[in-house]
């Protein structure tokens, strides 16, 4: 996984956070992915206020503010797990990695049942090649009953699992996810890749027809598309979905095809 994906998808995890805390205005900061109720202490005002401050600061790139506002709701709010998680982005963001994981580590410990805490540490370890631990983790994540986006904990958990070579593992926490949610445009769009490196080119078209449907295509879907009609042997409808990128997307070229991890 890029370093940058998973520092992008982190960031995006801290700006839901403080969305959710803002929006709610409670004692605790919680995420839009729900928490579960009594698994952390209620954070004091001036935690939030400062966690918030922090968030607001990362957004922006001023790190060094950003690490002074959640060092001072560490001060005031030591057991919570969602300022451990927001020390961990912006450690991250500063390159001090070792410093990130310890942080991600001590948030799972403080809120072990919490989904939204262990996808995002989960996310990290991936990021950082500890496929197998962060599997064990995202598994705890979509056990959360109170996780309201567990389907992004299975995308996570099939992504990771993808970049490893893992590919029946990968298949099977998809399949999951869009279990539960069956017009996710991020889990049917990476079963469609998945499928086709798998060499099934016909549940590749389904999956990819599936995702098209739902709107907002991007070149890398339509390049996607390309190599799957290339592997079904429709050299007709290859030609049609890269005439398709030519036009929309001029100036796309092709890439890894990784993606990113979601917050």
Request: charged share 20%; with cysteine; hydrophobic share 40%.
């Amino acid at each position: 996984m890029p370093r940058d994906a998973v520092r992008n998808s982190l960031l995006a995890f801290a700006l839901a956070l403080a969305a959710g805390c803002a929006a709610t205005g409670g004692p605790s900061a919680a995420t839009s992915g729900g928490s579960s109720p009594g698994s952390q202490a209620a954070m004091s005002n001036k935690g939030i206020a400062n966690l918030n401050l922090a968030q607001n600061y990362l957004a922006a790139g001023k790190l060094e503010y950003a690490l002074d506002r959640a060092n001072r709701a560490l001060r005031s709010d030591p057991n919570s797990a969602d300022v451990q998680v927001v020390l961990g982005l912006i450690r991250e963001r500063l390159g001090d990695s070792a410093r990130a994981g310890e942080h991600f580590e001590r948030a799972g410990k403080l809120d072990p049942e919490s989904g939204h805490v262990l996808n995002v540490y989960g996310a990290w370890l991936c990021e950082k090649g500890r496929a197998a631990e962060a599997e064990a983790v995202f598994t705890r994540a979509v056990k959360d009953p109170f996780y309201k986006a567990r389907d992004q904990a299975y995308f996570n958990a099939g992504k990771c699992a993808m970049g490893a070579g893992q590919l029946e593992a990968a298949e099977k926490h998809l399949r999951q996810g869009i279990e539960v949610a069956p017009e996710s445009p991020a889990l049917l769009g990476q079963m469609a890749e998945l499928q086709f490196r798998r060499g099934n080119f016909m549940s590749a078209r389904a999956f990819y027809q599936r995702r098209e449907s739902l709107g907002a295509v991007t070149p890398e879907l339509l390049d996607l598309a390309v190599r799957i009609e290339q592997g079904a042997g429709d050299a007709a409808a290859a030609g049609r979905y890269r005439l398709r990128l030519q036009q929309q997307f001029p100036d796309f070229t092709p890439s890894d095809n990784q993606g990113s991890l979601q917050p």
